[in-house]
Structures are given as structure tokens and as C-alpha cells.
């Protein structure tokens, strides 16, 4: 009788716990912010402010989404096509063991 307490007391705390994180992603999801268009508004000349009592937000979320731009393009800064080139050139000059500057090309011609 008592194993039947303890097993009946488990099952209903498991789905109490169950229910409870499936009600978690919904209100995270509710309180989710379109940063393109948080982005597009602050470009338009809008002040944050301005931009969060338009898009019914916090000051907080606009700072969220104009630092999350900030660190997509400074690694989109680091990963452009000419930035790899640059930094591949200096790596095989480090390996070759001269600098780029003291390149046979880059001397002039006595």
C-alpha cells in the first residue's frame, strides 16, 4: 500500500513538472522580439525609446537586439572574403618566416 502512495505521488509530480516546462517556451516565445525590425527603426533616426513605446518592448530588448547586430557584423567582419585573404597571406608569410613588408616583391630592385 505504501509503495502505491509513493509510485501514485511520483507519476503526478512528473506530470506536474511536465506540464509546467511545456507552459515555459510559450511565454519565452510571447516575449520574443523581431531585432530586423528593431534594427530597421533605429536606422530610420529613432531614438531607443522611441522605438520600444512603438514596439510595446523594453529600453532593455532594443539595447539586446542593437548589441546582438553589433556582434553579427563584427564576425562578419572577420569572416569577409577579403579579411581570409589578408589574414591567409600573413599566415604563409609567418610559415615562410619573413614578414610581408620584407618580401622579395616589396624590396626595391638595387
Do not use: F, H, W
Not at 569572416?79 to 585573404?85: A, D, H, L, R
Amino acid at each position: 500500500m505504501r509503495k502505491l502512495a509513493i509510485t501514485t505521488a511520483s507519476v503526478m509530480l512528473l506530470g506536474a513538472a511536465l506540464s509546467l516546462s511545456s507552459v515555459v517556451p510559450a511565454v519565452y516565445a510571447a516575449e520574443s522580439v523581431d531585432c530586423n525590425a528593431v534594427m530597421q527603426e533605429l536606422g530610420q533616426g529613432k531614438s531607443m525609446r522611441e522605438v520600444a513605446s512603438d514596439m510595446k518592448i523594453s529600453v532593455g530588448r532594443v539595447r539586446g537586439c542593437k548589441k546582438r547586430a553589433a556582434r553579427a557584423a563584427k564576425a562578419e567582419q572577420k569572416t569577409s572574403p577579403g579579411n581570409t585573404e589578408r589574414m591567409n597571406r600573413s599566415a604563409a608569410a609567418r610559415a615562410a618566416g619573413s614578414s610581408p613588408a620584407a618580401s622579395p616583391e616589396a624590396s626595391p630592385a638595387p
